[in-house]
């Protein structure tokens, strides 16, 4: 049972909103997902949509402050480049490590985006992979990697070498539907989002199924189509719950908390068009920013897609040293930051 004492402790405010749409340059085109390096510069990876300039395609680098300092990566599928990138994760020397859904392979950069090495091959083999979507470094520095079509996760030394595999298609414990989103804990548990069956799984760092969280609706710790999940240093659970175009809190035993449905204002990227384009400017002050309707379904989509402030496609989480949330929105282009009361 959740307690007013445990609420107040967990719960989440808005802090500020950063990036902005632009298809080259400084900010994020479909953004899905973002990693944080130990001095504060975050990597975005835009993955674009098809027939668009090969530098949409990107991953650009800034800090929370909106700070810029270049991008790195275009479409292609030489070295360095990508067709439909979907994971982003750093290692202990902040090397960049990206999965691409449809190359079935994952490149390797340095800090500053000097391409490095790749590896990965098509297949269901152990150790071949289809369609790699979320990545994540665990403590002992190897990788996690949600192979999406193979309906597993696989373990790989930083240099692409086979340590194992968790889990097959289905719907039981330890089975997955396409999943997505992968974390661990500070005890090296994992946590997957388990896409295709609207819940979070756990297993043992030797990837032993522990327990399930979820299922399938609208309500309080309910999903649909979770794509995201990070673990805060005391075991609480975020969950992007993409369908639903909300994050959602859990404690430890998976236990509802709170919920969130976004809170953007203008980033300071964005405040800084606005002064130049002075007549786009005037037209959006001019503008209801949240307008009422009667929508002919329950659906959460069209509230976001009307209400500029709320997610819309929110698909990837991270937490920073102070364990500040930043919350990736694909369709709005940004990011949304949130910190504990």
């Not at 950069?109 to 091959?121: A, D, L, Q, V």
Request: with cysteine; glycine share 10%; net charge negative.
């Amino acid at each position: 049972m959740v307690t007013k004492e445990e609420f107040n402790s967990q719960s989440l405010h808005y802090v500020r909103t950063v990036g902005m749409t632009t298809m080259r340059g400084r900010g994020f085109y479909f953004p899905v997902d973002s990693a944080m390096s130990k001095n504060g510069r975050i990597y975005v990876l835009s993955r674009s949509i098809e027939r668009v300039a090969p530098d949409s395609l990107r991953i650009t680098m800034l800090n929370e402050e909106g700070e810029y300092f270049g991008v790195f990566g275009r479409a292609g599928e030489n070295d360095g480049e990508f067709r439909w990138p979907c994971g982003i994760a750093l290692d202990d020397k902040d090397r960049v490590y990206v999965t691409d859904e449809h190359l079935h392979r994952v490149s390797i950069f340095s800090s500053e985006g000097e391409f490095i090495n790749k590896w990965g091959t098509f297949g269901t083999e152990n150790g071949l992979l289809n369609a790699p979507s979320g990545i994540t470094v665990a403590p002992d520095g190897n990788l996690l990697i949600s192979d999406s079509q193979n309906h597993r996760v696989q373990k790989f030394t930083q240099n692409g070498e086979f340590i194992y595999s968790i889990g097959a298609e289905g719907d039981g414990e330890g089975e997955f539907n396409l999943p997505w989103g992968i974390a661990t804990n500070s005890s090296s548990e994992i946590y997957v989002a388990d896409w295709g069956n609207d819940r979070i799984q756990k297993f043992s760092p030797d990837g032993k199924f522990i327990e399930q969280y979820g299922s399938t609706g609208r309500g309080d710790g309910q999903f649909v189509r979770p794509s995201g999940i990070t673990i805060n240093s005391e075991g609480y659970m975020y969950v992007a719950d993409w369908g639903n175009e909300r994050i959602q809190i859990l404690n430890p035993h998976g236990e509802f908390i709170q919920k969130l449905r976004g809170e953007a204002t203008d980033s300071e990227w964005a405040k800084d068009f606005l002064n130049v384009n002075v007549e786009e400017a005037d037209a959006r002050s001019r503008a209801n920013m949240e307008p009422e309707f009667d929508f002919f379904n329950d659906d959460p989509h069209e509230e976001s897609s009307h209400i500029e402030k709320l997610f819309w496609g929110p698909v990837s989480l991270l937490l920073d040293k102070e364990e500040r949330l930043f919350i990736t929105e694909t369709n709005r282009h940004r990011i949304q930051v949130y910190k504990k009361n």
